[in-house]
């Protein structure tokens, strides 16, 4: 065996713990760059905007903010693809009239925006963003709604442990258990292939056969014979 094989062998057992605890909480999550997203396609009957953020705070995670072109068009086309997403999503935003602006109810900053159309004058009271999915523009309306077709949600990574199921902390326990002991048995196993493969060949170079004739023996054929010792 080479010896660069086996500690290459060893090298993605060593990235293991890493991915185990910087995944998204399950499949049915989504991760994009630094965030997980899931879209809860349960219809329900909301009495507030606060009802709906509840339904992603009980999952670990705010409502949806988005911060660049990029996220948003994510967002977008993983909602026609694979989320079934409605006609128009409830962002994670309101306005505030204190500051006169809108504002993301998970405290991030409003680094980006994407309003279909900006009207002068209009009366913001009350007022949340909309992702229009059959443009991937934002529409303002009114954040007393009585139901959603579903809720957009979005965590950063990684999880809070608090909000992981136990499920998950204890295959991600297991996993890293699992490659500290690999990583400890083949450090032990390189050791002794090392030893081993040093031992042999001191053996086979510092053991040389001795001859049974002098030094000063010469074979010649036909002549006199050698005098060997006892």
């Known amino acids: 065996m080479p010896r660069a094989a086996l500690p290459a062998l060893l090298l993605p057992l060593l990235g293991l713990s890493t991915a185990a605890l910087a995944d998204c909480p399950s499949s049915t999550w989504i991760q994009f760059q630094n965030n997980c997203y899931i879209f809860l396609e349960e219809a329900i009957k909301v009495e507030s905007i606060e009802d709906v953020r509840n339904q992603c705070t009980g ?12 996220e948003n068009a994510f967002i977008l086309n993983t909602l026609k693809q694979q989320w079934n997403g409605p006609e128009d ?22 680094t980006f925006d994407k309003w279909a159309e900006e009207e002068d004058g209009e009366d913001l009271v009350d007022t949340c963003g909309f992702l229009y999915t059959k443009t991937g523009e934002w529409k303002k309306g009114n954040c007393e709604i009585s139901s959603v077709e579903g809720t957009l949600c979005k965590a950063a990574i990684p999880f809070d442990k608090k909000y992981l199921s136990d499920n998950h902390i204890l295959i ?44 000063d023996c010469v074979l ?9 010792f006892d």
């Open 172 to 215: 991600s326990t297991l996993v890293i258990a699992s490659t500290v002991t690999l990583t400890v048995l083949g450090a032990i196993i390189w050791f002794f292939y090392k030893r081993n493969s040093g031992s042999g060949f001191t053996t086979v170079f510092s053991t040389a056969p001795q001859s049974p004739y002098n030094d």
């Open 59 to 70: 999952h670990g995670a705010d409502m949806i903010s988005i911060h660049t072109e990029e």
């Open 89 to 110: 999503v409830l962002l994670g935003m309101f306005y505030d009239t204190d500051d006169a602006s809108f504002k993301w109810f998970d405290n991030s900053n409003m």
């Open 220 to 228: 010649v054929v036909a002549e006199e014979n050698c005098v060997q």
